[in-house]
Each structure stands twice: as structure tokens, then as C-alpha cells.
């Protein structure tokens, strides 16, 4: 469960709303100051997670999903549970743009097999849907 509270957390959401606005340099900073200040690992999977999102370039985008997955597998608790349906398609993802294929469609599997534990709300229809696109862009490599 995200602490709303938590300080890494309230940069994040900041750093979401500055992007919903079109304040793409702002939202950058906030999620950078995020991960400037954050204390553990569950901290740093957060804000490497928005970091990735601000990414222009591919390559870079693929590093900072990387460090998001590499500090949730750090964290030792079901804090990041929910998260791992959206880190595994990010990656799916940053490899798609990547061009490789073979891993988009590894990590989409991995993100379709967590599914279940996210909420039925927007947010967890919008990861669904994203894995589901993901799968059928990938469905050829099979």
C-alpha cells in the first residue's frame, strides 16, 4: 500500500500532476528530487519508476525501469506487490522500443502473470490494457 504521507511519495504525485498539466520539465525534477532524497528501497523503486517515465531517451528509460525492478526485488515486504503488473510492462515496453522483441514479450508475460493483484479501479485498468496491448503487439514472437 503507498503511504500518501511519505515524502518520496508526495515528489511523485506532485511530479504527476506537473505532467498532467504539461509541465514535463517540472514533473522531471520532482521525480528527480525524488530519488535524490530517497532513504530505502522501497523509496528508490518509486522514484526510479517515475524517473523512467521522463525519459527521452530509450536506452535510458530501459536503465531507470531497470533500477525500479532491481530496488523492488531489494524491498522485503508486500509493499511493492502491486507494483510489479507496471514495472514488468514498462520494461516490456522500453524493450519493444528497443526494438527487441523476444524481451518485451518475456516481461509482458511476467507483468500478465501479476495481474491479479492489482485494484479495479482506473489505474488498474489502465495497466491491464497495457499489458493486453503489449501481448498482442508481441503475439508473433512466440
Same mark, same amino acid.
Given at each position: 500500500?503507498?503511504?500518501?504521507?511519505?515524502?518520496?511519495?508526495?515528489?511523485?504525485?506532485?511530479?504527476?500532476?506537473? !505532467? $498532467?498539466?504539461? =509541465?514535463?520539465?517540472?514533473?522531471? @525534477?520532482?521525480?528527480? %528530487?525524488?530519488?535524490?532524497? &530517497?532513504?530505502?528501497?522501497?523509496?528508490?523503486?518509486?522514484?526510479?519508476?517515475?524517473v523512467?517515465?521522463?525519459?527521452?531517451?530509450?536506452?535510458?528509460?530501459?536503465?531507470?525501469?531497470? !533500477? $525500479?525492478?532491481? =530496488?523492488?526485488?531489494?524491498?522485503? @515486504?508486500?509493499?511493492? %506487490?502491486?507494483?510489479?503488473? &507496471?514495472?514488468?510492462?514498462?520494461?516490456?515496453?522500453?524493450?519493444?522500443?528497443?526494438?527487441?522483441?523476444?524481451e518485451?514479450?518475456?516481461?509482458?508475460?511476467?507483468?500478465?502473470?501479476?495481474?491479479?493483484?492489482?485494484?479495479?479501479?482506473?489505474?488498474? @485498468?489502465?495497466?491491464?490494457d497495457?499489458?493486453?496491448?503489449?501481448?498482442?503487439?508481441?503475439?508473433?514472437?512466440?
Open positions: 500500500m503507498i503511504d500518501p504521507q511519505n515524502p518520496v511519495v508526495k515528489l511523485c504525485a506532485a511530479g504527476m500532476q506537473a !505532467e $498532467a498539466e504539461g =509541465q514535463f520539465d517540472k514533473a522531471y @525534477d520532482l521525480f528527480e %528530487q525524488a530519488w535524490m532524497t &530517497s532513504q530505502d528501497d522501497y523509496e528508490r523503486c518509486v522514484a526510479a519508476h517515475f523512467a517515465r521522463q525519459q527521452d531517451d530509450p536506452q535510458q528509460m530501459l536503465h531507470w525501469n531497470l !533500477e $525500479a525492478l532491481a =530496488q523492488a526485488e531489494s524491498v522485503a @515486504d508486500e509493499r511493492v %506487490q502491486s507494483f510489479y503488473p &507496471s514495472l514488468y510492462l514498462n520494461l516490456g515496453f522500453s524493450y519493444e522500443t528497443l526494438g527487441n522483441r523476444v518485451a514479450r518475456r516481461h509482458y508475460e511476467q507483468a500478465a502473470q501479476r495481474l491479479d493483484v492489482l485494484p479495479s479501479d482506473p489505474y488498474g @485498468d489502465t495497466v491491464r497495457g499489458v493486453t496491448r503489449g501481448l498482442a503487439r508481441t503475439a508473433s514472437v512466440e
